[in-house]
């Protein structure tokens, strides 16, 4: 399958008009999006990922279908914010994006190598309100209390973002269990009132809609957010199988995105 490819604007460094025309400059197509400051790579004589603005932090590559989860939580920048597995910092650097560089995220990695190109892609981008720590976010103090999370599980993955990848039902129930664990330390760190959006690049059912369906079964504290095809147009988007979630499909990256609210008990 064809892996396309997109840039993720950083304008609190550049407008997306100027970064545009110096990319065109040097002979980049690019392609406008239902979003301002993201365009989809059609042709470039060079790699993306070597040229000035790159290295400057003027954007970020980084699939369209990955932008979702972090819009879709759309913290603002009074919001304490908690990315509970952070690396290689798309999501992460997106967030903080919204929140104008103010607000402040913890943003968690379980891989130390991982965390190397999350804190170079902090810093490349120039941000300032993000904490990184090296754990596990099952281990974060619960103590802690969080405006927005965002759960991007650890997930089998998809042939487009990995095409020699073998997943096996052990894989995927693996995996599955590793969310929900995740899932329960996030709604215990949740503020009453927060939201959480919790999204995967697997198309897998046992770890997309099933987990909400058990989420939202083991604790009635938490409430589904329904979220609309048609907000994000010119992405290939169905309905998830609950209603109210998304599932984005080929040609786009495979991903699942869920929101939710806890409620006061």
């Known amino acids: ?21 110096r990319l065109e400059e040097k002979g980049v197509n690019l392609e406008d ?3 301002d400051y993201v365009f989809r790579v059609a042709k470039s004589p060079f790699s993306m990922g ?28 009074d919001d304490e914010v908690l990315d ?6 798309g999501k992460t650097t997106h967030l903080a994006q919204l929140m104008e560089n103010e607000g402040s995220i913890l943003a968690v990695e379980i891989n130390k190598n991982r965390l190397k190109s999350l804190r170079s ?15 596990n976010a099952v281990n974060i103090d619960k103590k ?34 590793r ?10 760190v949740l503020k009453d009132g927060g939201e959480l959006v919790y999204s995967t690049c697997s198309p897998e059912i046992e770890e997309d809609e099933d987990i909400v369906r058990y989420i939202l079964k083991t604790n009635k504290n938490m409430e589904l957010i329904e979220l609309n095809v048609d907000d994000f147009p010119g992405i290939n988007m169905i309905e998830g199988e609950v209603k109210g979630t998304l599932k984005v499909i080929p040609p786009n990256e495979p991903f699942f995105i869920a929101k939710f609210r806890k409620t006061k008990n």
């Open 1 to 21: 399958m064809e892996n396309l490819q997109f840039i993720r604007v950083n304008t609190l460094k550049i407008s997306s008009e100027e970064l545009k025309n």
């Open 33 to 35: 999006t239902f979003l």
């Open 50 to 77: 070597s040229t000035p603005e790159y290295l400057l932090g003027y954007y970020f590559l980084q699939s369209i279908s990955s932008i979702i989860p972090s819009i879709t939580l759309n913290p603002s920048k």
């Open 84 to 89: 509970m597995c952070a690396a290689p910092g």
């Open 121 to 135: 892609n902090i810093n490349r981008m120039g941000f300032k309100n993000t904490l990184m720590i090296n754990t």
């Open 144 to 177: 802690l209390r969080f405006d927005k999370i965002l759960l991007d599980a650890p997930c089998t993955g998809n042939e487009i973002k990995d095409s020699n990848r073998v997943k096996t039902k052990r894989d995927i129930l693996f995996c599955a269990k």
């Open 179 to 188: 969310q929900v664990e995740l899932f329960r330390t996030a709604i215990e």
